[in-house]
Structures are given as structure tokens and as C-alpha cells.
Nanobody, 127 residues
Framework: QVQLVESGGGLVQAGDSLRLSCAAS????????VGWFRQAPGKEREFVAA????????YYADSAKGRFASSRDNAKNLVYLQMNSLKPEDTAVYYC????????????????????WGQGTQVTVSS
């Protein structure tokens, strides 16, 4: 098993940047692809970004392309989501999730594919 803890959220103004961190403990972190999801009040959880086990492959939702970037440091058991040019519509609780079934280089955008989830971190973007 793996335990995940998100951090780095906060209240920022439109146009600002945040870097979210997902800290993992338990099993070897490099065995897990990691996805980022977000959920705004009254809306379903949506995919934001994903990164493969090695970090060689990433995939982004259309809403995140060009603004967000995920990276990872497996030696430190950390995955990052760099968020630039934040917009009010980015306001949500952001979650990281780990996929224990991922093959090397593979990623998925499907939430049910992820086995473990963090508690979430709130990102609020004001205008």
C-alpha cells in the first residue's frame, strides 16, 4: 500500500502560480503512476493531469494544457503539480492518486483506475 498526502494549496489571485506536492510513503513510489484530480463544489471530480512511473510520460486535461505541469522525484517520493496562470475556475480541492496497476510508461485518466488517494488540498483562486 501507499499513503499519499497533498500539500501546497492556498488562496491566490488570478494569474498567480502554485506548486502542489504529493508525498508518498509505504511502498516503492516508482511502482505507481500518479494522477491529479480536482473537485469543485457541486461538480464531479475531474481529471487534471497524470504522470507515469518514471515521469517520462505526462498527460493533461484540456483545461490544464499549457498552464500545468506534473513532475516527480522518485528518490524523494514526491510528485508535483506546477500550476501557472491560475484562473478562478481552477478553484477546487485537488487530489493526487496512485495507480498500482500501471505498466511502465502508462497512464490513465480514469479515476477508478487509481487505488490510493490523498486527502486533498484546497486551491482557491480569486479574481
Amino acid at each position: 500500500q501507499v499513503q499519499l498526502v497533498e500539500s501546497g494549496g492556498g488562496l491566490v489571485q488570478a494569474g498567480d502560480s502554485l506548486r502542489l506536492s504529493c508525498a508518498a510513503s509505504g511502498r516503492t513510489f516508482s511502482n505507481y503512476a500518479v494522477g491529479w484530480f480536482r473537485q469543485a463544489p457541486g461538480k464531479e471530480r475531474e481529471f487534471v493531469a497524470a504522470i507515469s512511473r518514471s515521469g517520462s510520460n505526462t498527460y493533461y486535461a484540456d483545461s490544464a494544457k499549457g498552464r500545468f505541469a506534473s513532475s516527480r522525484d522518485n528518490a524523494k517520493n514526491l510528485v508535483y503539480l506546477q500550476m501557472n496562470s491560475l484562473k478562478p475556475e481552477d478553484t477546487a480541492v485537488y487530489y493526487c492518486a496512485a495507480d498500482s496497476h500501471s505498466a511502465w510508461g502508462s497512464i490513465t485518466i480514469r479515476a477508478p483506475s487509481y487505488d490510493y488517494w490523498g486527502q486533498g488540498t484546497q486551491v482557491t483562486v480569486s479574481s
